[in-house]
């Protein structure tokens, strides 16, 4: 999976932005190929509403002009199209209640995640269905970085990618991390029953 964080004038966002069929041109990864998938933080310049979104490339324009970059056609995920929405209503200049995460409940769960070459056991400080806050034993990881997380105990637990959308470290034993999950199938279904199951609990929202 490609992360990559890209800041768009309004203009630009709303020429490339396509609600119709759910895509976006982003004028960056012309290396890239149709079908790899992307996880990208979007950015309208003069706003401060961002949001990451998921989805596949399903065109690639290598060789560009001025008014015709390099660049990729992303087409987005079911779950990340509202956001996309709502980046449209900024570029428009439009007043938007934004609201980038679903909610989120405490909720203290253990996962493992891998950072490169190295595995981490975890707990996160909350869950929700678009991801999840993660107390942080290291150095956190930059914002964008690509993580795997297993989900629960178990060779054979599900597994998901996460993209880091924020980190905090407040001092050498206070550290977070805020992740956007890209769970699908078996995966998806098992992190939507962690978050229905902290909701019934009376788990405080997050």
């Known amino acids: 999976m490609y992360s990559v ?4 004038e ?5 020429a490339g932005w396509r609600p119709e069929s ?3 041109f982003l004028p960056t990864l012309s290396e890239a190929r149709v079908g790899d998938e ?4 979007i950015g309208v310049l003069g706003q401060t509403i961002r949001a990451t979104v998921f989805g596949k490339i399903a065109g690639v324009r290598r060789v560009g002009r001025p008014t015709l970059p390099p660049g990729i056609d992303l087409r987005l995920d079911a779950a990340s199209i509202p956001a996309a929405g709502f980046l449209a209503m900024a570029a428009r200049g439009e007043p938007v209640n934004f609201k980038e995460r679903a909610p989120r409940f405490a909720a203290e769960r253990p996962l493992t995640v891998v950072q490169g070459n190295v595995t981490l056991s975890v707990a996160t400080g909350n869950v929700g ?7 942080w034993p290291v150095q956190v990881p930059p914002v964008g970085e690509v993580l795997r997380v297993r989900l629960a105990a178990g060779i054979f637990a599900p597994r998901a990618e996460a993209v880091v959308c924020w980190n ?16 699908a199938s078996r995966a998806g279904r098992f992190w939507k029953s962690v978050v ?3 909701a019934r609990s009376g788990a405080r929202p997050a």
């Open 196 to 198: 229905a199951e902290a």
């Open 10 to 14: 309004p203009s630009q966002f709303l």
């Open 168 to 183: 905090l470290e407040v001092n050498e034993t206070e550290r977070m991390v805020g992740v956007r999950l890209h769970a």
């Open 22 to 24: 759910g895509a976006i």
């Open 38 to 41: 992307v996880a990208a933080r």
């Open 129 to 135: 269905d678009g991801g999840c806050s993660i107390h």
């Open 5 to 8: 964080s890209v800041n768009l």
